[in-house]
């Protein structure tokens, strides 16, 4: 659960740092980015009534941009455990014996 829940924040952390043209760029395809992000459909996956009360820290029922990118920066701040600016493998899956094969 963990692990797919890391691949979604990062998705979605990803398409809110980027613009389409950085996937064009790189032959993504942001449809299949946006529909693998656990936020294309409401009411399952990230988008659930107890992910909203999670962000909505001011409590008045509406998450602003502001509180969206509030809580993925926490997010990767606990990822980035060294805080270097990148997540390794290791701090993606957890603490394991993986070994990463380009």
């Known amino acids: 659960m963990f692990r ?3 691949v ?3 998705t979605a952390m990803t398409m ?3 613009s389409p043209a950085c996937f064009a760029d ?3 395809d942001v449809q299949k980015l946006w529909e693998g ?3 294309a459909h409401p009411g399952k996956g990230m988008r659930t009534m107890k992910m909203m009360h999670m962000m909505d820290t001011n409590k008045d ?3 602003s941009k502001e509180e969206f990118m509030a809580y993925y ?3 990767w701040d606990k990822m980035d455990s060294k805080h270097v600016g990148f997540i390794e493998v290791n ?6 014996s993986y070994k990463y094969n380009k």
Not at 91 to 96: A, T
């Open 73 to 75: 920066e926490m997010v």
């Open 26 to 28: 790189a032959q993504m």
């Open 37 to 39: 992000s656990g936020y």
């Open 61 to 63: 029922s509406k998450v």
């Open 91 to 96: 701090e993606w899956i957890g603490q394991g």
């Open 8 to 10: 979604a924040i990062l």
């Open 4 to 6: 797919s829940m890391g």
């Open 16 to 18: 809110a740092f980027f």
